[in-house]
T-cell receptor, first 113, second 117 residues
Framework: QKEVEQNSGPLSVPEGAIASLNCTYS??????FFWYRQYSGKSPELIMF????GDKEDGRFTAQLNKASQYVSLLIRDSQPSDSATYLC?????????????FGKGTHLIIQP | DVKVTQSSRYLVKRTGEKVFLECVQD?????MFWYRQDPGLGLRLIYF???????EKGDIPEGYSVSREKKERFSLILESASTNQTSMYLC????????????????FGAGSRLTVL
C-alpha cells in the first residue's frame, strides 16, 4: 500500500517569508505527485503537480521533486495570510489514475501577519 | 459554477439506519470517488468508479456500498450506520482524458458531514 508522510504541523511562518512544506512517499515507483490545498471547512483544491526531478514553478508556488530521496516539497514565496490552510501531498494509486490518489494527512500552515 | 454537488451538507442519523449520500457532477467526468476525512487520519478512499455500473473498492470499503447508474451520479450507501461512520464524506470526480495526469486532477464537492448517534 502506498504511503505518503507529512509533518502535521502547525507550521508557523511570518508574512512575506518562504513557507516550505515537505512530503515523503513509500513507493519508489511513484511517477507523479500532487499538492492540494484545503482551507478550514472547505474541500481540497489542486495547487499543482510535478512528475520530473527538479523544480516546477507556478506563480508564488514551487514544487520540488527528488525521486532518489523519495521526497517532494512545496515552497510558497512571499507568504500571505490567505495561504493559511492545510496542504495535502498525494500520489496516484496506480499509473493510470482512474483509481484515485493516496493523500498524506496534511500540514497545517499558519501565516502570521 | 458548482461542478460537483453533494446533496446534503449536514446529516444526523441514528445507529442502524440506512443512509444515502448523493453526488452529482456536471463535467462529464468518467471517474468518481468517495473519500472520508477524519482528524488525524486524513483522507481515505472508500470506493471509486471509472464507468457507469463499475465500482472498485478503495482502502476502507467495509460497511459501505456504492451505486453508479448514470455517468453523472455516484451514490454512497451505508447499509446500517454505525457511530464509527461519523465523518466528513467527500465526493470527487476526474476525467479519463485531459492529458497524462488528467485523471489525477480531482474536483471535490463541498462535503457531507454525517453524524451517527
Amino acid at each position: 500500500q502506498k504511503e505518503v508522510e507529512q509533518n502535521s504541523g502547525p507550521l508557523s511562518v511570518p508574512e512575506g517569508a518562504i513557507a516550505s512544506l515537505n512530503c515523503t512517499y513509500s513507493d519508489r515507483g511513484s511517477q507523479s505527485f500532487f499538492w492540494y490545498r484545503q482551507y478550514s471547512g472547505k474541500s481540497p483544491e489542486l495547487i499543482m503537480f510535478i512528475y520530473s526531478n527538479g523544480d516546477k514553478e507556478d506563480g508564488r508556488f514551487t514544487a520540488q521533486l527528488n525521486k532518489a530521496s523519495q521526497y517532494v516539497s512545496l515552497l510558497i514565496r512571499d507568504s500571505q495570510p490567505s495561504d493559511s490552510a492545510t496542504y495535502l501531498c498525494a500520489v496516484p494509486l496506480s499509473g493510470g489514475g482512474a483509481d484515485g490518489l493516496t493523500f498524506g494527512k496534511g500540514t497545517h500552515l499558519i501565516i502570521q501577519p | 459554477d458548482v461542478k460537483v454537488t453533494q446533496s446534503s451538507r449536514y446529516l444526523v442519523k441514528r445507529t442502524g439506519e440506512k443512509v444515502f449520500l448523493e453526488c452529482v457532477q456536471d463535467m462529464d467526468h468518467e471517474n468518481m470517488f468517495w473519500y472520508r476525512q477524519d482528524p488525524g487520519l486524513g483522507l481515505r478512499l472508500i470506493y471509486f468508479s471509472y464507468d457507469v455500473k463499475m465500482k472498485e473498492k478503495g482502502d476502507i470499503p467495509e460497511g459501505y456500498s456504492v451505486s453508479r447508474e448514470k455517468k453523472e451520479r455516484f451514490s454512497l450507501i451505508l447499509e446500517s450506520a454505525s457511530t464509527n461512520q461519523t465523518s466528513m464524506y467527500l465526493c470527487a470526480s476526474s476525467p479519463q482524458t485531459g492529458g497524462r495526469f488528467g485523471a489525477n486532477v480531482l474536483t471535490f464537492g463541498a462535503g457531507s458531514r454525517l453524524t451517527v448517534l
